[in-house]
């Protein structure tokens, strides 16, 4: 095996694509597509731009819904990527992006109540995380929001549940990854770890 030393501008070496929900001041939504978003516990760690909206609400508002859409839903996914709902749109953005205020009705996502938070769930993401930031702060360079948000509550597809349990099936649940700027789903299952709470073979 050959080793390049490289200098890649991204390093997304393949993780999940969120989408979150937050309420702007005026109490419209907004919606925001990531890729920065990692559970410890109860805790999804979420990272944002600074200079975006959702930095701004989260900063301002806890409430969020961190919705997980599945790999066929890519396009609504990038409908939602060259769009900010900061208006005037920040300075570094306007070569790429544009102020759109309806993000649900761009992306042609359907908005759908929470149950414990303001914003609502995205109705076609078949797992959704209602949640409360308990703490934001500036990454180490000031370019990054990294917030600590607390799941409250879990939604998930039927069809993506073991059936008579709060497990998720990782047979039929399938993340939307973000590689290196390009969409994947899941491949073939490999195997499990020892750990598993859907255990299917032992060998």
């Not at 900061?86 to 009705?105: D, I, L, M």
């Not at 414990?116 to 702060?137: G, K, S, Y």
């Not at 399938?174 to 060998?203: D, Q, V």
Request: net charge neutral; charged share 20%.
């Amino acid at each position: 095996m050959t080793h390049l030393t490289i200098e890649p501008s991204i390093l997304y070496v393949g993780t999940p694509v969120a989408l979150l929900s937050t309420l702007n001041e005026d109490g419209s939504v907004n919606l925001a597509p990531m890729s920065s978003a990692w559970a410890l516990g109860d805790v999804v760690v979420l990272g944002v731009g600074v200079t975006g909206q959702t930095a701004m609400n989260l900063r301002s508002r806890a409430d969020v819904v961190i919705n997980f859409p599945s790999p066929s839903q890519w396009k609504a996914v990038e409908r939602l990527a060259g769009l900010t709902g900061r208006n005037p749109v920040p300075e570094g953005k306007r070569a790429r992006f544009r102020f759109e205020r309806e993000k649900f009705a761009a992306a042609g996502l359907t908005p759908v109540a929470s149950e414990l938070v303001a914003p609502p769930r995205v109705a076609e993401c078949p797992i959704q995380f209602e949640a409360t930031v308990t703490q934001a702060e500036l990454d180490a360079k000031g370019n990054f929001l990294i917030a600590q948000a607390e799941v409250l509550r879990v939604h998930a597809e039927e069809a993506v549940v073991v059936a008579g349990t709060s497990h998720v099936d990782p047979g039929a649940w399938s993340p939307l990854i973000y590689n290196f700027r390009h969409y994947f789903g899941l491949a073939k299952e490999l195997g499990e770890s020892f750990r598993t709470e859907t255990p299917r073979t032992r060998t």
